[in-house]
């Protein structure tokens, strides 16, 4: 399958070559990357940086985020519960708690344990694009950041109207070790949108259930979101959003195999967040911005038969103030900001413990040469735990062509332990409250070449990360403990081509294929033979996707390649096909249409082929 692959990119590629020579293919549209402080077209990036688009959001078979980041190139998803259940994110072979996910610029940290920190309360319908910035990036995001950070963008509507969908599905296989009953899910979801020339107003609620695809995997998933936007004159701007999720699951296998057959989770998460953006001058603006969330954490080894043994629960709240500016100069301009951050958590096996962050930075931008460009700055981070830290970077680019551009970047980042990596208690896990912080030092070349409807990019990185946090243990009979294992060194290569062409105004076809090698070195003088996530980062990934539309039928068929240090590798092909008729639109989705074996996360196989119809109505 490898070489089948391989020798289709270098058929398309040919192909592709050929046909951005025709005069009938129209530019790509432009895209602005909102970094905290300075919003940059992508064209002029000096990063590694991958955006998913609204349309490309609508084409892909899945209706969850969790599910739509899964064909996100370099983007590790490693699910246990499918549909959106639950899943951890990395990105380029970090761990899952060394990427930072924001909303609109806001962070979204769970402190307690990033196994929750995709629980959000947000419908894919409401998302403008997902942009995936890859390597360090404490200099523009702050703490966390380690490899890399996920910014969703949400829409502003400025027609008003309303949306109702629904959806079921099955593998069509019965649950045998219980109930005798065919596997299925379902759900439904509305929203209205308020849109005015000052104004725009949208709300969504949904409701999913499902009686699982194997034994213990049953979940039900109510979420509520709204969002406000209010331009009060053209130098004032205000945006809020806040949601809510109650995500009740069968945990079968999540965390302690094979002894947690019937355990069960609930997982409920509130976020709200408020930003402003105010241009005092023509040259200075400002952008505050306070960010809540509210984490709640049940877990029951046993299930529901005994609560009073195995049970964990924990309760997280976390506050967060921004301050970001930027000012223009005659030759460049400058960002500067500052963040405070609180957090605290009261748990039934962590304890009760809390913590602050303060963090200033400092950016500036500029161009040498009508071709040459310079992003440098720094990040002076204080936390109550970790003390002065100090984490700067450096971007760079250089226009050969008004197509093909040389990038590369040189940056720092950190990453702050847990509550669970310090304090859990536990009969199988216990914390450790000697862990140092995480540090990363990456180098990245590259370069980028976009003319008319084709896209390539290409980078090769190095990567160290310090005091490298990771479970470990000697033998079976020992618990887990958190340990700084020692230094990672990576060696990465990034591959991503995207292709678009016309057949004519009602006719098109969409190519991206892309291909990540990741070479790994452990370097450490720790005797434990046992790792619970390191061995299982990915050393090849491939994702592809094609889709073509003709007027208001489209049909999408997506690849995903995965093989990791250790552990069989694994292909997963799915598609989606669909219809719009005016407002309405029915669509099919077909998962893992190839029924593959395949395990993302320990010994939790994931569902077999499943379809799932669905129709929608939208108005706006």
Not at 78 to 94: E, H, K, L, Y
Not at 125 to 150: D, H, Q
Not at 385 to 395: L, R
Request: hydrophobic share 35%; with cysteine.
């Amino acid at each position: 399958m490898k070489k089948i692959y391989f020798a289709a990119l270098a058929v398309i590629c040919s192909n592709i070559y050929a046909q951005t020579k025709k005069d009938s293919i129209n530019e790509m549209n432009e895209v602005i990357i909102n970094e905290n402080r300075f919003n940059t077209p992508i064209s002029k990036q000096n990063r590694n940086v991958y955006v998913i688009s609204s349309e490309t959001i609508k084409k892909l078979p899945g209706r969850t985020l969790q599910e739509v980041l899964q064909y996100a190139n370099g983007v590790d998803i490693r699910q246990r519960g499918p549909f959106g259940t639950q899943a951890d994110i990395s990105v380029d072979g970090g761990s899952f708690e060394q990427t930072v996910v924001l909303l609109n610029g806001a962070k979204v940290i769970d402190s307690q344990t990033a196994h929750n920190m995709l629980n959000l309360p947000l419908p894919v319908e409401v998302i403008e694009r997902i942009e995936v910035v890859r390597g360090p990036a404490a200099r523009i995001y702050g703490i966390n950041s380690l490899t890399g950070a996920i910014n969703i963008i949400t829409k502003k509507p400025t027609d008003s109207g309303f949306l109702v969908s629904t959806y079921a599905g099955s593998n069509f296989e019965k649950d045998t070790q219980d109930t005798g009953d065919t596997f299925y899910g379902t759900g439904i979801q509305a929203g209205a949108v308020l849109g005015k020339e000052k104004q725009q107003h949208l709300i969504f609620a949904s409701h999913d259930k499902s009686n699982g695809y194997r034994y213990n995997t049953a979940f039900e998933n109510n979420k509520i979101f709204y969002q406000g936007n209010v331009q009060i004159n053209d130098s004032n701007e205000i945006l809020g959003s806040a949601g809510y999720i109650n995500n009740g699951f069968g945990a079968n296998g999540f965390y302690a195999a094979p002894g947690d057959i019937n355990s069960t989770e609930i997982v409920q998460t509130t976020f709200a967040n408020i930003q402003s953006k105010h241009a005092i001058t023509e040259n200075w603006k400002i952008m505050p911005r306070v960010t809540y969330r509210y984490n709640y954490d049940d877990y029951r080894y046993l299930g529901n038969s005994n609560l009073a043994v195995g049970r964990s629960q924990h309760y997280t709240n976390s506050i967060a103030g921004e301050l970001n500016s930027t000012v223009k100069l005659s030759k460049g301009e400058i960002g500067f900001g500052a963040e405070f951050r609180n957090e605290n958590i009261h748990s039934s096996n962590i304890g009760d413990h809390d913590r602050e962050n303060v963090g200033v930075y400092a950016e500036y931008r500029t161009s040498f040469t009508e071709k040459f460009d310079v992003n440098i700055g720094t990040y002076l981070n204080y936390n109550s735990d970790y003390k002065w830290q100090i984490y700067p970077g450096i971007d760079a680019s250089y226009a050969i062509t008004d197509a093909f551009k040389i990038i590369g970047n040189v940056g720092t980042s950190q990453r702050i332990p847990s509550f669970t990596d310090l304090y859990l208690k536990q009969t199988g896990n216990i914390g450790n409250t000697d862990l140092d912080s995480e540090n990363a030092f990456q180098s990245e070349i590259g370069f980028k070449y976009n003319k008319k409807a084709l896209s390539l990019n290409a980078n090769y990185f190095y990567r160290k990360i310090d005091n490298y946090i990771d479970w470990m243990r000697n033998a079976t009979t020992v618990p887990w403990q958190s340990q700084n294992t020692g230094d990672l060194n990576t060696n990465g290569i990034n591959l991503r081509g995207i292709y678009r062409f016309d057949f004519s105004k009602d006719s098109r076809l969409n190519i991206l294929l892309a291909y990540t090698y990741l070479d790994s070195e452990f370097k450490s003088s720790r005797t434990e033979i046992y790792s619970k996530y390191l061995i299982s980062s990915l050393k090849h990934q491939i994702t592809n996707t094609i889709d073509y539309q003709f007027k208001n039928f489209s049909v999408l068929f997506a690849t995903r390649f995965n093989e990791r240090i250790t552990g069989p590798s694994y292909w997963v092909n799915d598609f989606r096909v669909s219809q719009s008729i005016h407002k309405f639109t029915i669509f099919l989705d077909a998962q893992n249409i190839f029924n593959a074996t395949y395990y993302e996360v320990g010994a939790v196989p994931l569902p077999s082929r499943w379809f799932t119809l669905g129709v929608k109505l939208v108005t706006f």
